[in-house]
């Protein structure tokens, strides 16, 4: 049992350093890295569980790294370490001792024997040369973002979002307005729109439920419903959600909407497509699905949402490597597909008809720039309403618009 258990956390350790190497070299989220590059599949839920810990802490781990090497380590060799650190420090499933000798084990197993020394000398010194633990922003926040957001945000603001990013996320979800969760749920949570939304704290009980399978209830997080909750449904036929995927606000707008009435639900993915082609299939919906760049969608509606990609600053409870990804050239990049998709979902609005922008980021770019711009060069809408939430312990963040054409 014993050699089992050392094999498992050796594969832990490879699968975690290997991608924290494709996020770095390639700048793919964690999510992505989780979804397709492990080598052992199995131990997703431990290998994220380290590694959202490491995002959380980066700060800490990296100062902790520094303390301990006399040079700076190679990558391969700091990723090998802020790992170990971090399974040191934060996790309670391996004793110190064994992740010092995995760790040591794994580089040696790359034919580094001069570098597994080096590696063995500071996980045995890491312990008296820990570094405090701080919870204060300028801590815990990325340098870049803190001070972007020191620069905006109040101190008492920036304490919250800083206690949002180091809190890992309750898991949520939402349930049809007619279906009562029962035992499935501890406690509801204040939503938008009228959406009723759950915490639980088993979540293998609700992943296994009838519920779920049935479509009564949506894996989702109650900043979800603020895009949909805006528009006015009276009179709207025509409903096209033009970047879709996996399906959670279309369901949103298909409570809302008079008998009759039809959606489009378009996205670019194949692969998420299918998710909401599922999701549909639990509901009993029978909306067109369709895979498509946002330019490629034909016809008029009288609602359209474009809930675009963003930089995720918003989400940061769950996708904390996204504050690390954050940079200014990546959001110019950002900024102008979402100007790209704007404009799509504009050339799609019927007149008289409503567009809702919406993001998962808090960013003033992102946001209520980004809708002055386009305003600035379509005179044929104008602003009826916008709202943006800020992260916090118990939901996400996000940031919708209405605009309504002449």
């Known amino acids: 049992m014993r050699e089992v258990k050392r094999c498992s956390a050796g594969f832990v350790l490879e699968d975690a350093v290997g991608a924290l190497a494709a996020i770095e070299a390639e700048g793919i989220s964690l999510d992505d890295v989780l979804d397709s590059r492990l080598a052992h599949p199995e131990l997703r839920r431990t290998v994220s569980s380290l590694l959202f810990q490491y995002y959380r802490r980066k700060r800490f781990i990296d100062g902790w790294i520094v303390r301990l090497a006399p040079r700076p380590p190679r990558p391969l060799l700091r990723r090998v370490l802020a790992v170990a650190l971090t399974q040191l420090r934060f996790q309670t499933g391996i004793a110190p001792q064994s992740a010092a000798n995995i760790a040591v084990d794994f580089v040696k197993a790359g034919g580094r024997y001069p570098e597994s020394r080096f590696v063995n000398a500071v996980l045995r010194n890491a312990p008296g040369a820990m570094p405090e633990l701080s919870d204060e922003p300028v801590e815990v926040l990325p340098p870049a973002l803190f001070r972007r957001w020191s620069a905006r945000f109040r101190p008492e603001e920036l304490e919250m979002l800083t206690e949002a990013f180091l809190t890992p996320a309750g898991f949520t979800f939402r349930a049809e307005r007619d279906f009562v969760p029962g035992e499935l749920a501890s406690a509801g949570i204040p939503a938008y729109g009228g959406f009723r939304f759950y915490f639980s704290d088993d979540p293998g009980r609700v992943l296994g439920s009838e519920a779920l399978r049935r479509g009564n209830i949506y894996i989702q997080d109650p900043a979800?419903?603020?895009?949909?909750?805006?528009?006015?449904?009276?009179?709207?036929?025509?409903?096209?959600?033009?970047?879709?995927?996996?399906?959670?606000?279309?369901?949103?707008?298909?409570?809302?909407?008079?008998?009759?009435?039809?959606?489009?639900?378009?996205?670019?993915?194949?692969?998420?497509?299918?998710?909401?082609?599922?999701?549909?299939?639990?509901?009993?919906?029978?909306?067109?699905?369709?895979?498509?760049?946002?330019?490629?969608?034909?016809?008029?509606?009288?609602?359209?949402?474009?809930?675009?990609?963003?930089?995720?600053?918003?989400?940061?409870?769950?996708?904390?490597?996204?504050?690390?990804?954050?940079?200014?050239?990546?959001?110019?990049?950002i900024l102008r597909l979402q100007e790209e998709i704007l404009n799509a979902a504009a050339r799609r609005v019927a007149p008289g008809g409503q567009l809702v922008y919406s993001t998962c980021s808090i960013e003033l770019e992102e946001n209520g720039l980004q809708v002055e711009r386009f305003l600035s060069g379509h005179p044929e809408f104008r602003k009826v309403s916008s709202r943006q939430i800020l992260p916090s312990v118990e939901a996400d963040g996000a940031y919708a618009c209405l605009l309504r054409r002449a």
């Not at 995927?245 to 670019?268: C, F, I, N, W, Y």
């Not at 998420?272 to 509606?301: I, K, S």
């Not at 996708?319 to 959001?331: K, Q, V």
Request: some cysteine; aromatic content about 6%.
């Open 224 to 333: 979800a419903s603020l895009a949909p909750s805006l528009p006015d449904f009276s009179g709207v036929r025509r409903i096209l959600d033009l970047c879709a995927a996996p399906g959670g606000k279309s369901l949103m707008l298909a409570e809302q909407m008079e008998a009759g009435a039809t959606l489009v639900a378009a996205d670019r993915s194949e692969r998420r497509q299918r998710l909401t082609a599922d999701n549909f299939r639990r509901r009993g919906l029978n909306f067109p699905v369709l895979t498509a760049e946002p330019h490629e969608v034909e016809g008029v509606y009288d609602l359209v949402l474009a809930d675009v990609p963003c930089s995720n600053t918003g989400v940061f409870r769950r996708r904390p490597d996204a504050l690390w990804r954050f940079n200014s050239s990546e959001l110019a990049r």
